[in-house]
């Protein structure tokens, strides 16, 4: 029986343990980053690394892009275009908004299928296989990729291409803006002389955001969260999530998990 080909490019934080996954799953792998060390471990595991976007891509049924923002997957997707398979599927897992879904639609040939399949979770649920994947496309080209995105997590078909994209840009503003929101509570719980004021949010219908912002084996970066929180700007003036923005902006640390970045600023 003949072995579905993926190629997948981008192993940062979510990319490496999402590409682990398919490989441990059966799939014939093939991988790529732009920083070439980082295809090491997934090749004791299994994987081909290839050198160049082009080369991961030839001859791959599915095509996974999981990279930091809209210019880098458009690059990307630039340099690999005319070596795609004429009936490969390219499943783009980047958050880059709609906007940059439709970008990467035209820069792929019209006969090779696409969905957008952003994810809501971070490292520790992409090993795991927990991530929520929220999927857009043809009901066809989501058919064809819905045994390979069981394998990160629980799929949610959203509508026509750029519905997941939208989807998931909706929530990850709420999120980052909540979990802003619920550092500053708990400073103010704190200055008020609140006995234990993380348990007093974590009884309330904050919970899940406390839980964000506690959460040690997360690791979804300051320099993301304003990233997303950008593109949502992008589409609309939104001064809650603008000062949010503002806020993560004046971190030190850009590279520090969000809940952990959020916690140390309310208590300076």
Same mark, same amino acid.
């Given at each position: 029986?003949?072995?579905?080909?993926?190629?997948?490019?981008?192993?940062?934080?979510? !990319?490496?343990?999402?590409?682990?996954?398919?490989?441990?799953? !059966?799939?014939?792998?093939?991988?790529?980053?732009?920083?070439?060390?980082?295809?090491?471990?997934?090749?004791?595991?299994?994987?081909?690394?290839?050198?160049?976007?082009?080369?991961?891509?030839?001859?791959?049924?599915?095509?996974?892009?999981?990279?930091?923002?809209?210019?880098?997957?458009?690059?990307?997707?630039?340099?690999?275009?005319?070596?795609?398979?004429?009936?490969?599927?390219?499943?783009?897992?980047?958050?880059?908004?709609?906007?940059?879904?439709?970008?990467?639609?035209?820069?792929?040939?019209?006969?090779?299928?696409?969905?957008?399949?952003?994810?809501?979770?971070?490292?520790?649920?992409?090993?795991? !296989?927990?991530?929520?994947?929220?999927?857009?496309?043809?009901?066809?080209?989501?058919?064809?990729?819905?045994?390979?995105?069981?394998?990160?997590?629980?799929?949610?078909?959203?509508?026509?291409?750029?519905?997941?994209?939208?989807?998931?840009?909706?929530?990850?503003?709420?999120?980052?803006?909540?979990?802003?929101?619920?550092?500053?509570?708990?400073?103010?719980?704190?200055?008020?002389?609140?006995?234990?004021?993380?348990?007093?949010?974590?009884?309330?219908?904050?919970?899940?955001?406390?839980?964000?912002?506690?959460?040690?084996?997360?690791?979804?970066?300051?320099?993301?969260?304003?990233?997303?929180?950008?593109?949502?700007?992008?589409?609309?003036?939104?001064?809650?999530?603008?000062?949010?923005?503002?806020?993560?902006?004046?971190?030190?640390?850009?590279?520090?998990?969000?809940?952990?970045?959020?916690?140390?600023?309310?208590?300076?």
């Amino acid at each position: 029986m003949t072995t579905t080909r993926v190629a997948f490019l981008g192993l940062g934080a979510m !990319g490496a343990p999402m590409a682990a996954r398919l490989v441990r799953a !059966g799939y014939d792998v093939v991988v790529w980053n732009r920083t070439a060390a980082r295809a090491e471990p997934l090749a004791a595991l299994g994987a081909k690394a290839a050198g160049t976007p082009a080369e991961a891509v030839a001859d791959a049924e599915f095509v996974v892009t999981m990279l930091s923002d809209p210019s880098a997957v458009a690059s990307v997707v630039e340099a690999f275009g005319p070596a795609l398979r004429a009936d490969a599927v390219l499943v783009e897992m980047s958050t880059v908004g709609p906007d940059g879904t439709g970008r990467v639609r035209e820069l792929i040939p019209a006969s090779v299928g696409m969905v957008d399949a952003p994810v809501m979770g971070s490292v520790d649920r992409a090993a795991s !296989g927990e991530l929520a994947v929220l999927a857009g496309g043809s009901a066809a080209d989501l058919a064809r990729a819905a045994d390979l995105l069981k394998v990160f997590g629980t799929v949610t078909e959203c509508g026509g291409l750029g519905s997941g994209s939208a989807r998931k840009l909706v929530l990850i503003n709420a999120v980052v803006a909540g979990v802003a929101v619920v550092g500053e509570a708990l400073a103010l719980a704190e200055r008020l002389g609140l006995a234990d004021p993380r348990t007093a949010l974590e009884a309330s219908p904050l919970a899940p955001l406390v839980a964000r912002a506690y959460a040690t084996g997360a690791d979804f970066s300051v320099a993301m969260a304003v990233k997303d929180l950008r593109l949502g700007a992008e589409v609309l003036d939104l001064p809650i999530m603008a000062a949010a923005r503002q806020a993560l902006e004046s971190a030190p640390d850009h590279d520090a998990d969000l809940g952990a970045a959020v916690l140390d600023m309310t208590r300076r």
